[in-house]
């Protein structure tokens, strides 16, 4: 298995089947999951088909602003496909959400690069795009989305020197996982709701985006939490999480003015019966104090035996500060912003 955290490679896997591990500086252009050496917990091959239906991938695509919130997700778990869109009115608190699924995730098809290509959710009804592309040297990310109930058109550019959290973690003995995430973005575009147009880019919305893919643990679990937006005259993102990508390197961060920032590992401590009271949210290096106030949740559960889901993705507001090293604080006042419980069985 390779090593390598200071350069960032074309391709994931390499010649061998084997990951680069690591935290890099960039976007790795092609993640070739299954050319992936792949074998059981006891050092056999996994055969074609099995690796297929290993193999997880999943995207995502968030805008934040004080009027609106968005989320929008595409997950490929071979067993099935699945799509959801919300959008939470945060001056009416009306939570309007959608959720499709296709066995054998036979409408849905993903890009393996998170900087070219398209994934692609297609339904009767239903229509959802999240693209990736490189232009003059920026990576724009945009979402699409086409429905009688609503329409969204967002666009994010990442312009140097912006880096995104680019990692790939071990996950148990035989797997891993690859994460790209990206927060406090400038958003642009439009969402049609019902009777209304708002134009994102006027009401000052941010975004944040997540590509992941890998051989994750047959069970999983994890807390995250992000936010985009501005405070202090100043564009602030955090993607802070708990579980998943914590196998030698984790996936915490911060961003200030497009800057990433390392956090290290994170405590969530909330009440697990009632996910609407207040989470606090904090780093073992006292960079991140926050306490987090839901103000709605979209939750998927499924139990199908074999696949098995209990997903709660909250959204509401974040309060308290950070403290990045070397920097003046910044406090955060009423930011609105995500947080999860996720438990899969797949």
């Known amino acids: 298995m390779k090593h390598d955290d200071t350069a960032t490679p074309d391709q994931l896997i390499d010649a061998t089947g084997a990951p680069h591990w690591g935290i890099f500086p960039g976007s790795v252009t092609c993640i070739n999951g299954l050319q992936a050496d792949y074998r059981n917990a006891l050092g056999a091959v996994v055969p074609g088909w099995r690796k297929r239906f290993n193999y997880k991938q999943f995207q995502y695509f968030g805008v934040i602003s004080d009027q609106v919130l968005i989320g929008c997700a595409l997950a490929d778990t071979a067993w099935l496909g699945l799509a959801f869109v919300y959008v939470f009115d945060?001056?009416?608190?009306?939570?309007?959400?959608?959720?499709?699924?296709?066995?054998?995730?036979?409408?849905?098809?993903?890009?393996?690069?998170?900087?070219e290509g398209e994934s692609r959710f297609q339904q009767r009804g239903i229509d959802i795009r999240l693209g990736y592309r490189r232009d003059n040297g920026v990576?724009?990310?945009?979402?699409?989305?086409?429905?009688?109930?609503?329409?969204?058109?967002?666009?994010?550019?990442e312009s140097p020197p912006f880096a995104p959290m680019s990692l790939c973690t071990r996950a148990g003995i035989n797997g891993w996982v690859y994460a790209n995430k990206v927060a406090g973005m400038p958003v642009s575009g439009e969402l049609r709701l019902e009777q209304e147009v708002l134009d994102l880019g006027t009401i000052g919305a941010c975004g944040h985006h997540d590509f992941s893919a890998g051989f994750m643990r047959r069970e999983t679990f994890w807390n995250w939490a992000c936010f985009s937006g501005r405070q202090q005259g100043q564009l602030v993102?955090?993607?802070?999480?708990?579980?998943?990508?914590?196998?030698?390197y984790t996936e915490n961060c911060l961003w200030l003015n497009g800057e990433l920032i390392k956090v290290d590992t994170v405590r969530f401590d909330y009440n697990r019966d009632d996910?609407?009271?207040?989470?606090?949210?904090?780093?073992?290096?006292?960079?991140?104090?926050?306490?987090?106030?839901?103000q709605g949740n979209h939750k998927e559960k499924m139990n199908l035996g074999l696949f098995a889901s209990?997903?709660?993705?909250?959204?509401?507001?974040f309060q308290g500060v950070l403290r990045p090293t070397g920097r003046e604080p910044v406090e955060i006042k009423q930011l609105n912003g995500f947080v999860e419980e996720q438990y899969a069985k797949w």
Request: charge should be neutral; proline fraction near 5%; hydrophobic fraction near 40%.
């Open 90 to 115: 945060a001056r009416s608190q009306k939570l309007q959400e959608y959720t499709w699924r296709s066995p054998l995730s036979r409408a849905l098809q993903l890009s393996d690069s998170p900087c």
């Open 139 to 157: 990576l724009v990310k945009t979402l699409q989305v086409d429905s009688k109930a609503l329409s969204v058109n967002a666009q994010m550019v």
């Open 237 to 248: 993102g955090i993607n802070l999480s708990c579980g998943v990508n914590e196998t030698s």
């Open 275 to 294: 996910l609407m009271q207040p989470w606090k949210v904090d780093s073992l290096d006292g960079q991140v104090e926050l306490t987090f106030v839901p």
């Open 310 to 317: 209990n997903f709660n993705q909250l959204f509401g507001q």
